[in-house]
């Protein structure tokens, strides 16, 4: 139905400095509170993708692994040839030394 008189609106009665500092206050709050979730939110996204990284290279890690392990070997094979084309290089020089006489000092 119609009133007759507009409602009663008790901060009329306020005074307009309380009015801003209760406005500014929640402004300040509302900011804050917005800073807070950002920060937040950051925090999360860097977990998140940390996490993400982390098993990432946990499969990486173990083909590097296998590639180091495999690197390592083939290394070492060859190292066992050289080792041996030089002893038996060396041998041969030795066995014809010793054939021929030829004695170095």
């Known amino acids: 139905m119609?009133?007759?008189s507009p409602p009663d609106d008790s901060r009329s009665s306020a005074s307009p400095d309380s009015d801003?500092?209760?406005?500014?206050s929640a402004a300040k709050y509302e900011q804050e509170r917005i800073q807070v979730l950002q920060q937040e939110r950051v925090h999360v996204q860097k977990k998140t993708f940390t996490k993400w990284c982390n098993s990432f290279l946990e499969k990486v890690r173990i083909c590097i692994s296998l590639a180091f392990v495999i690197f390592n070997f083939m290394f070492c094979v060859h190292l066992f040839f050289y080792l041996i084309f030089f002893l038996s290089l060396s041998f041969l020089l030795y066995c014809i030394v010793l054939q021929f006489g030829i004695f170095c000092i």
């Open 20 to 24: 801003e500092k209760v406005k500014d």
């Open 2 to 4: 119609y009133r007759s």
